[in-house]
């Protein structure tokens, strides 16, 4: 059997023209992450992120914090879903800039609706893949993983939509409860899978063992 770490990418800049881009405290998220798992001996025999920035930033900041030396394979299909072209295909008036607790409970409401129809093949969102060729980008990772690194340590670096949906997949679990996963993944947890040749089992979902600490209680995000 091997472990796969699955990541998620650290804070990134929520309500910024650019969201993709680490925020200080993202990197410093993704470094702590990094030297824990130096601390404690933990080692990778293969890494895969997506091919976004705060995906290549992420392994950055835990490459320099464990002191790894790894060339990343870069899967596309590990990218994240486009959440305003999500959010457009019900609410087509630009949002505000959701600088406050209601304006963010409002984009997140819009973004759970629009996932849920996107899901249901009710709604496209403009660029995006359907809904089923998302699941098979992420499906697909998860196959390589098992078909070329068995009995092996990989770390996948990615985001809150692809995490879940591995999880729903190995779970079986309805769109709705994969949605659920979605909207509390925190920025750099981790979730680990079992697998053999054969399947993947889940072991821990969403853990922060790197911020345990009343030290880092602050540094806990989740977007």
């Known amino acids: 059997m091997g472990t796969v770490y699955l990541v998620r990418h650290g804070q990134a800049s929520f309500g910024a023209d650019d969201y993709d881009q680490l925020s ?8 702590r992450l990094g030297a824990y798992w ?10 895969i992120t997506g091919s976004l920035k705060r995906h290549a930033q992420t392994w950055a900041g835990i490459a320099a914090g464990a002191g790894l030396d790894l060339q990343p394979l870069i899967w596309p299909g590990l990218d994240e879903y486009d959440s305003l072209a999500v959010i457009r295909t019900i609410h087509a008036a630009p949002l505000k800039k959701p600088d ?3 304006l963010y409970r409002h984009h997140f409401r819009l973004l759970r609706d629009g996932l849920a129809q996107w899901m249901a093949g009710t709604v496209s969102p403009q660029g995006m893949p359907s809904y089923p060729e998302f699941v098979r980008g992420v499906t697909s990772a998860l196959d390589l ?24 997949q190995v779970l079986n679990l309805s769109p709705e409860r994969t949605i659920d996963l979605n909207m509390r993944i925190r920025n750099s947890a ?9 399947r993947h089992a889940l072991l821990t979902y969403n853990t922060l063992p790197h911020l345990d ?8 995000t989740y977007a």
């Open 145 to 168: 993983v098992r078909a070329e690194h068995v009995g092996k340590n990989v770390l996948i670096v990615s985001s809150g939509g692809p995490i879940s949906t591995a999880v729903g």
């Open 213 to 220: 600490s009343p030290a880092h209680r602050e540094w806990v």
């Open 100 to 102: 406050t607790p209601e």
């Open 38 to 47: 130096a601390k404690r001996g933990q080692r990778f025999d293969a890494v």
């Open 190 to 198: 981790v979730t680990e899978f079992e697998f053999s040749a054969r």
């Open 24 to 31: 200080g405290l993202g990197q410093r998220q993704s470094e």
